[in-house]
């Protein structure tokens, strides 16, 4: 396999350059300033000479609350860098590996109460933010595509490179006394090292479609806050709040569990409970 890894500075990126290179497989992984996914005429020159025939596409815009003021610069990154991978990687017999969101599902509160396992991947999508919106339409331009494709939806992403809820928990705890979490979003963490170990799972066994992939359990924010703080032994004030006191850009879902059922019967595929990936986390963390 000739494997290229684009966005490979990122929290996902970084996983992945890490697991490859202990599992000594070959690869290139390309930061931003090596390729711009958004110029269709870099991202020709790039893959032309490297000639890979796997990419894994952990390149996006993140930032969910700039995404509302920023819409062009998300959906040129989200839609418009992934469209150019697809196109590149129809026309060539490429398989693409991508990564999107819990934020394309509307996550609504009746959801809530109709889906107790999540969403399944054949649930219609309906996004309520700039950033689900940008995800969504890279979706589909990969579906359009043509190419041979593998989209892995992941939600509250968290792992030793980057930034995510974890670090930036430990990083408040240590500046203030008390803090605010929301305790009326649903959800469910994923680790990145997680993500990696069954994505190459789905690799290798050359799976394509879509699939969710997070760890097992359905928790709110405020409880993933307060197992951050038990498990780390930090000794914080945090108090529950509802969405409607803790106002930011973007809205978010209030149900965003997405259901695992259809990657758990691939075999060796191997899910976590999201107390022990932040168990393995927090010990990464303190190494
Ligand atoms: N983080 C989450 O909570 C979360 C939740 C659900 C799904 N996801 C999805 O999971 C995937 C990985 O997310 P992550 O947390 O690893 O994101 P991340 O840490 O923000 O990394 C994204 C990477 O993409 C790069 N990038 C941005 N624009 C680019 C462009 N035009 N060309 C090439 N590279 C570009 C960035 O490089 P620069 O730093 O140089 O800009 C960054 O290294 C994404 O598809 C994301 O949508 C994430």
Redesign the pocket.
Same mark, same amino acid.
């Given at each position: 396999m000739r494997i290229l890894i684009? $966005?490979?500075? =990122?929290?996902?990126?970084n996983e992945w350059v890490r697991y490859l290179n202990k599992q000594g497989v070959e690869f290139i992984a390309l930061?931003?300033?090596d390729? #711009?996914?958004?110029d269709h005429e870099d991202v020709r020159r790039v893959l032309s000479n490297l000639k890979p025939d796997r990419i894994i596409? /952990?390149?996006?815009?993140?930032n969910v609350d700039q995404a509302e003021d920023e819409q062009e610069k998300a959906f040129? !990154?989200?839609e418009g $860098?992934v469209r150019n991978l697809g196109d590149y990687c129809a026309s060539n017999g490429i398989k693409l590996i991508?990564?999107?969101? #819990?934020?394309v599902f509307p996550g609504t509160e009746e959801d809530y109460k109709k889906y107790p396992e999540g969403y399944t991947e054949d649930h219609p999508t309906n996004p309520i933010n700039t950033y689900g919106e940008s995800?969504l339409a890279g979706e589909k331009a990969i579906e359009r595509s043509g190419c041979d494709y593998l989209i892995i939806? !992941?939600?509250?992403? /968290?792992g030793k490179? =980057?930034?995510?809820f974890v670090k930036t928990m430990l990083r408040l705890a240590s500046e203030r006394d008390q803090l605010s979490v929301v305790h009326d979003q649903y959800g469910c963490p994923?680790f990145?090292q997680n993500v990696v170990e069954n994505g190459w799972v789905l690799l290798e066994n050359n799976i394509s479609g879509t699939y969710h992939l997070t760890s097992k359990g359905k928790i709110t924010w405020y409880d993933f806050a307060k197992e951050i703080f038990t498990q780390s032994k930090t000794d914080v004030k945090l108090e529950p709040v509802s969405s409607t006191e803790f106002p930011v850009k973007a809205k978010r879902p209030s149900f965003s569990l997405l259901s695992t059922r259809k990657i758990a019967n691939i075999p060796d595929i191997s899910l976590i409970d999201w107390k022990k990936g932040l168990t393995n986390l927090l010990a990464e963390l303190k190494s």
């Open positions: 684009t $966005g490979g500075n =990122g929290q996902l990126g930061p931003s300033s390729l #711009d996914i958004t596409n /952990c390149a996006a815009y993140t040129a !990154v989200n $860098g991508h990564f999107s969101t #819990d934020y995800k939806r !992941v939600s509250w992403l /968290c490179f =980057g930034n995510n994923t990145t």
